[in-house]
């Protein structure tokens, strides 16, 4: 296992924990048309099998990291939300974009987004009157954009003043030249809050996992962590008439001590996460074989109903 390479288009594993989890998976890729497969069986015994190829690899991997990251079953229907029962409310963020892109970056360049804050607050508001009193946050799969629409969002769950930096390398060390900072208020600061997160979730969205793994009342949960790559991209590049693009990071997040909150060479996670979901035998054949209950999320509310309830 440990020669495994875990390559994918769409896959990227920058934590090395995250990559470890997805060797079984890309196992099925390594050898010819046969391999031997060595694993330990429910007694605990050490067993070897040859197992023969069975069609196209990518096709079964592409399967199988569709049902294990839930593509299936998640909308991208941004800033959307619903009851998913009695008490138990629903924010699906799959980006770091609101209105449009001029609008956006009128708010980048002032520093807050107060519309942002002002109307999920009031989405939030509309599920409590429906009887929430949990609130699972759904980051999976989210794609980043603007980092003060990260921390407009985090300002409705915050206690004290959170802040987000870009930064740029001087001389060996990350040096701050932007922040921004939540509002202070920190209106639904004691509800409870489960936030799903995966290495799918990127730039903005790191910095959103970030600053609500600062606050009150939240955990940070998921089969993987987040992608921990909070950098600002750009210079896209098109080679191989535009087969292949390259972005590459133009600023990025320090941590205070001049470093970075990035990822770096030894590949261990910066970005905070609290609690990695377990996948046993149950879980595995619900993930593969069910596209219509989603794993995780039921975990987050369960979660949710043991850490309040004891």
């Given amino acids: 296992?440990?020669?495994?390479?875990?390559?994918?288009?769409?896959?990227?594993?920058?934590?090395?924990?995250?990559?470890?989890?997805?060797?079984?998976?890309?196992?099925?890729?390594?050898?010819?048309?046969?391999?031997?497969?060595?694993?330990?069986?429910?007694?605990?015994?050490?067993?070897?099998?040859?197992?023969?190829?069975?069609?196209?690899?990518?096709?079964?991997?592409?399967?199988?990291?569709?049902?294990?990251?839930?593509?299936?079953?998640?909308?991208?229907?941004?800033?959307?939300?619903?009851?998913?029962?009695?008490?138990?409310?629903?924010?699906?963020?799959?980006?770091?974009?609101?209105s449009n892109d001029i609008i956006d970056v009128i708010a980048m360049l002032k520093g807050n987004y107060r519309k942002v804050y002002n109307e999920t607050d009031k989405k939030l508001q509309e599920l409590s009157d429906n009887g929430m009193k949990y609130l699972v946050i759904d980051l999976r799969h989210n794609r980043g954009g603007y980092e003060v629409i990260s921390t407009a969002v985090a300002s409705l769950f915050a206690d004290s003043k959170l802040t987000s930096q870009d930064g740029i390398d001087r001389n060996g060390k990350i040096v701050s030249i932007a922040k921004f900072h939540t509002f202070d208020e920190g209106k639904w600061k004691d509800l409870p809050v489960a936030v799903l997160v995966n290495d799918a979730a990127v730039s903005s969205g790191d910095v959103l996992i970030h600053l609500l793994s600062q606050c009150p009342n939240v955990t940070i949960m998921g089969i993987t962590s987040s992608s921990n790559s909070l950098q600002a991209i750009g210079g896209l590049c098109y080679l191989s008439d535009d087969i292949f693009e390259i972005y590459y990071p133009i600023f990025n997040t320090p941590d205070g001590n001049g470093g970075q909150i990035e990822v770096t060479a030894d590949r261990q996670a910066k970005v905070g996460f609290d609690v990695r979901i377990p996948v046993d035998l149950t879980a595995a054949i619900q993930i593969f074989s069910d596209d219509t209950n989603d794993y995780e999320l039921e975990y987050a509310i369960n979660y949710l109903y043991d850490i309040c309830n004891g």
């Fill in 1 to 98: 296992m440990k020669n495994v390479g875990c390559l994918d288009y769409w896959f990227q594993f920058e934590v090395i924990e995250n990559e470890e989890l997805m060797k079984p998976i890309f196992l099925a890729g390594q050898g010819g048309d046969k391999v031997d497969v060595t694993f330990i069986d429910d007694d605990n015994k050490t067993k070897t099998v040859t197992l023969d190829a069975i069609g196209k690899y990518k096709s079964r991997e592409s399967t199988a990291l569709t049902h294990l990251y839930s593509d299936n079953r998640i909308s991208n229907d941004n800033f959307s939300y619903k009851m998913l029962n009695d008490d138990v409310g629903y924010l699906r963020i799959s980006a770091e974009h609101y």
